[in-house]
Nanobody, 118 residues
Framework: QVQLVESGGGLVQAGDSLRLSCVVS????????LGWFRQAPGKEREFAAA????????TYADSVKGRFTISRDNAKNTVFLQMNSLKPEDTAVYYC???????????WGQGTQVTVSS
């Protein structure tokens, strides 16, 4: 069974940085694609960033490109989301997800709240 547990959220000011972590348990970690999604109040969940199993290929939503960086440490079964230059519009619950291929996300974490004040 694959389980994902996020951490690192919090309340910060605009322009600050945060680093989210997601520990993944289960034998599929090293072969799965890992991603971060977010859901703001009253809005649908949206894609933020994703990386393949080797970490050599990453994709980002236009809204976070240049500010957020996704990375993974396969030795620690952990995927990270480094968020810089945070904006109030980045306020959301951030979810870690895992899946076998592009567009297929089978496993989700419980989410971690990120609040950016202006």
């Amino acid at each position: 069974q694959v389980q994902l547990v996020e951490s690192g959220g919090g309340l910060v000011q605009a322009g600050d940085s945060l680093r989210l972590s997601c520990v993944v348990s289960g034998r599929t970690f090293t072969t799965y694609r890992l991603g971060w999604f977010r859901q703001a109040p009253g809005k649908e969940r949206e894609f933020a960033a994703a990386t393949i199993w080797s970490g050599t290929s990453t994709t980002y939503a236009d809204s976070v490109k240049g500010r957020f960086t996704i990375s993974r440490d396969n030795a620690k079964n952990t995927v990270f989301l480094q968020m810089n230059s945070l904006k109030p519009e980045d306020t959301a619950v951030y979810y870690c997800a895992a899946g076998p291929g592009a567009g297929t996300w089978l496993h989700w974490g419980q989410g971690t709240q990120v609040t950016v004040s202006s």
